[in-house]
């Protein structure tokens, strides 16, 4: 039958009960003895590595054998647990650059995986409330547009127009002096580019394979080079091995002897019940620390901060969430009878810049891709697809040159942290 | 229909309310929901997708379906409220919501015809075309107007929210016949006692019973006891710290309260949940769980149906059938799902006279906005209504009675295991590392009715049989995900919505889970479960958010002379927690006319600034100057009592972390200054340094930011204006970077030769109770007050950094022309080693340089420096930007590509309002480059 | 809301604490004696264990001292704290 995804499918098989539906990606139970690249982590940057792995680099990849191994179930870590927020604006060139490249194929995302991804480019807001706020707010807004990414300044009574919720009044405790807006920025639908990923991965021959844990990596005595890894359902033979762990990712390097200059924290979101459209837009504040948007159920999205300490547990304070809610009400008054339905945690992985790590590593033939912190999903794509060609060709893509391993020996740090105070 | 008599409402207080516009009356007791059904109003609103009718189908929290909206004024306006646990109120207004033009004829029923359009995940496969933005421009409206329930708040909520605290030895959460008894025996056994219950009245489904709640009177003797009523719990965290909603709705204006209970001990009493149960047409208002009907009779004296059909796979059915028939309802029919139901329930049926019918079920039901009537159908061997051999009976009413699921979510939260009980057909309690026990129906489950996996198995073919009938997510939905490979529990949830609802699918939830494993071909236990997150029901912002608006948001910090500037006039900037003056209007200035004013008094007379939010810090002991030896990068052994050092701290990463003075007041003893917003993290990283590397050496740390209040006295005519006041030194003999124990206007002081401005001047420290006396005498004696704006201008003029504006955290003292304070000859300082890393001996480095724009054009803050004004490449950018009025131009620091051996080359700045600006570079050191005047 | 047991005052709340990183992580004596890798891996490489971890916890709105702890990062209890020169829970 035609697979391909369209109202017309639907209809057809709407007179059949849908009962043509084949399973959106194959999940083979257990993976194949050996392939040429194994990308740990099925989370979105993974699935989006190994489908821009077999449709760009099979060629280089000897028989163009692809799998991901993902230990759990696939868009289950962070791709499924994140506020869902996209932009570009990033201060530094670097930056901005990869940013942009994920930003580009989000615009076409959907009709590339004919999945629709609900790319919805509302604009992202991002606030001021000091004079400090407002200096950083312009050198972004004039970096941004001398590299060719959209940004600019709106006056407190645009950001009132752009989105009439927020409280610019002078009666708050930190009144907006104006905030910048990237128009091409906004959100998607998380659950679905891991799903649409790892079908479009499918369609290429990529297997997916669920429910397997990689507990070692297996090397070469001599050349120290990666020659497979163990995993829950057996040994599986690599060439190349593509970490894509997030917050595990320690765990992995370590089992290639590595230690990573990561740690791994906490960080929750929440939703409200679903109301009528009442938000147009995604809204951002570092100073006040709000970070907002309603999906198209109709859920206000709210994304909470890290908690103080490193863990696992997937679980956070509620003082996070109550710290969290105060701003909501602080900035968007008119929330404060909405209901929090929903709340959960994440496990983030930070490095010491908040920028991600992307590239190789001591060890041949293992590559990494990780960092990512509270910001990871706007870079799917753009991740995905300069990782694979990092992974193809041994060598890092132009544009993730300047994230690679290494800067932290050499001190060429991309601290958009401390130039923008948090980097989300 | 009321029945005349029973119930525990009190009819003597009528209550009169309206809904969707008409007028109704209840009683004190009612909650809206039995009130609605008290006037045979059944359809209460319609599905999220679908649009369907929705009426009451449970008497309690786990309400999917009965969602309205509140009204009670301006601001208070309330989508998505359950109208099961509104205690009905003299003058409540409440409405229908998702429906247009109304309830009984809603457009958006039209997407029910297109149902076999829509099945789940129908979005992902459409909506793709056309155009690349299509999704956005023309579809995603359309679904967000269908999608959303009620509507949202439009004006500031005016209620108030409290907050407190609490330390129990136990906390019992649930006031049923286990909580009841679990709270007793604590509380007699002499421990303090939280017993918390969501429900208006205690008791659970002791409330089903006549008369007085058993033990409720023991319990209220007990005076180490609090009982809670509309209390939730709703999030449980670790170690026994549990977060409760308790709902006041009180005349002043106090809605609901959160407490933060930590407890020893806690048990849960939560109970068991009633599911529904999956079959064609079972989401029609008038189709209600079984005990919900059993309560609304017993608690509220309502008869929910005259007609009543019961489906039951589980014993307690029968109760709430017979308890509807002693009320006065006829029981058309048990359609009993088991093959073999109880001979004694179906004796005891026969007796009454009600006919059960073993191993039926319901094929489909009738009815519009309500149900008329059912279709009875003997099951086949797979458990699925045969439709064929089915026969009408006309009901108004259809219990389900789908067995019970223990209520482990708070359980769950708490990190708790559940263990599947092939006995029990539930999830029980298993290990949990909490002080927590688990008592009654929500440890052991209610008894076993129809296995889950048999009811899931005979459901898949169903037609629109809700598992999530707020979501509209049915049988086939899920048999759908399945069947296009979301097999993991989690995914199913995702795909299909089912338990995201509002209700968190605590009817459905179990049911979807068996559901799915039927769809697999596997065990319940097999599939596993979604976990349970917090909050357990949904919480208002307002009670989360409490009373922390405004200034109780975050404390507002001011300066001693704060009351005295906003006298004047001043106005104001925020600058991390204080509040600052900014500049001092005089009458028809502008704030460009103010600074210029402000500055020109500095440099020409004498400008006197409120310096108290630097951040003070005092190093005391034998070892102190070891101590900021190790710390600072500058060299401090030879540094003599009474003189003072510009100090700079790196992070170990040998970037630029703070900035301040350091001055030596005595042999052991050190007074330095951070920046405003540096204080408390300065302080934090020197303790740090001081306890856990240099724990040999013998200093002390103390913050008295707070204590010392700062005048800072500028220019020329600083000397003259302070001279007079000042007893104990010679004014004149203190030179530049010294301090001098002196008495200032009567005030016992520390004196400081400093400057941020670059001219002569003094920086007064006073117990800050005191400073607003100085200043007073210092303006009298002709100091012109400034602000933060003139401070930024006048030290731009002389190349100052601030911390922050001209560093970023990417900035070494080098980068910003620093590199004279660090001590040559030390060995080692924070951040010393980083500083020789390869990428910080890089030529190109961005360095602090001055920009002299070649017009007369302010440059832009954050504007990018290019080497030509047709170039992309940003070589730095714009740090500060002034107009001087001192030199009668415009001045800017940067941060530029190897700036400092760039004097004299123009290169441009980028402009927003149109093309690059010329700059040439220059000494970051506009005003006085040799620095006579700071001697002067 | 983790309750801490500062060595010195007690069980707190944890909104009395300041996380202070990894334990155990002794600053080099010499610097300078350091490659660049090394200094890294001082400055900036953790162990960032999934299991029994060692940290640093500052009661920053109490006693104002540093102290040590360990604690699991999957569950996130502790197995105790300890002063700074004090040996780790067994």
Redesign the interface.
Known sequence: MDRR???F???RE??R???G?????R?PERPQPAYDAVILGGGGHGLATAYYLAKEHRASLGPGRIAVLEK???G?GNT?RNTTIIRSNYLF?ESAALYDHAVKLW??L??EL???V?????GVLMLA????DV?????????N???GVDNE?LTPAQCKAFCP?L?TSP????PVLGGALQRRG?VA?H??VA??YARAASALGVDVI?NCEVIGITRDPASGAVTGVETSKGAVRCGRLGVVAAG?T??VMAMAGL??????FPLQALV???????FPCVVMSNTVHAYISQS???ELVIGAGTD??????Q?G???I??HT??????MF????????????GGIVDV??DRSPIIGLTPVPGLFVNCGWGTGGFKATPGSGHVFAATIARGEPHPIAVPFSLDR??????I?E???AAVAH | MRLATGGRIDRSRPLRFSFDGRAYTGFAGDTLASALLANGVQLIGRSFKYHRPRGILSAGAEEPNALVELDRGPGRREPNTRATMVPLTEGLVARSQNRWPSLGFDLGALAGLGAPLLPAGFYYKTFLGPGRDAWYRRWEPLIRRMAGLGRAPEAPDPDRYGNRHAHCETLVIGAGRAGIAAALAAAEAGDRVILCDEQAEPGGRLLLLPGPVPGLEALRAQPRLRILTRTTAFHYGLQNYVSLAEVLDRPDGLRERLWRVRARRVVLATGALERLLPFSGNDRPGVMLADAARAYVARWAVLPGRRAVLLAAHDSGYDAAFALQDAGAGVVAILDLRAAPPAALREAAAARGIAVRPAHGIAATRGGARVTGVLAAPLRPDGSPDAARAEALACDLVLMAGGWTPNLALFSQARGRLRWDAAADAFLPGETAEALECAGACATGRGPGLPLAAIAAGSLGARKAFVDPQNDVTTRDIALAVREGFRSIEHVKRYTTTGMATDQGKIGGMLGLAITAAARGQAIPEVGFTTFRPPYTPVSFGTLAGRHRAALFDPVRTAPTHAWAEAQGAVFEPVGQWQRARYFPRAGEDMAAAVARECLAVRNAAGLLDASTLGKVEVVGPDAAEFLERCYVNAFHGMRPGRCRYGLLLREDGFLYDDGVIARLAEDRFHLTTTTGGAARVLHLLEDYLQTEFPELRVWLTSNTEHWGVAALQGPAARAMLAPLVRGIDLAALPHMAVAEAEVAGIPAWLFRVSFTGEAGYEVNVPADRLAALWERLIAAGATPYGTEAMHVLRAEKGFIIIGQETDGTVTPEDAGLGWAIGKAKRDFIGKRSLARPEMLRPDRRQVVGLAPRDARVPEEGAQLLAGADRREAQGHVTSAYHSAALGRPIALGLLSAGRARLGETVFATRLDGVPQPLEVVSPVFWDPEGKRLHG | MLLIRCPWCGDRPEVEFRHAGEAHIARPADPAMLTDAEWAGFLYERANPRGDYRERWRHIHGCGRFFNAQRHTLTDRFAGTYRPGEEPPA
């Not at chain 1, 539906?21 to 990606?25: D, F, R, S």
């Not at chain 1, 008054?333 to 959960?344: G, N, Q, T, V, Y």
């Not at chain 1, 932290?408 to 740090?413: D, N, Q, V």
């Open positions: 995804f369209s109202v499918a639907l209809a709407a007179l009960g849908h009962a539906w084949a399973p959106q990606w999940s759990g179930w696939i289950g499924g060139p615009e076409g959907s009709a004919n999945y629709n609900m790319f919805s480019p509302r409330h000091s004079h400090h200096q950083s707010g312009m050198r972004h807004v004039h970096a547009r001398l590299a300044w919720p409280d009666a708050i405790r930190y906004g639908r659950d679905a799903w649409g669920e595990s320690s765990l230690r990573m200059p990561l740690e791994s409200s019940e679903p109301v009528k459209p009442v198209d159920k109709g103080q300490y490193p863990s696992y547990s679980a304070g509620v003082q969430l109550i809610l105060e701003a909501i009400c602080e008054p008119i929330f404060r009878r909405m209901r929090m339905l929903r709340s959960w490095t010491p932290f020996a050499t001190g060429r740090l601290d942290a401390a130039a």
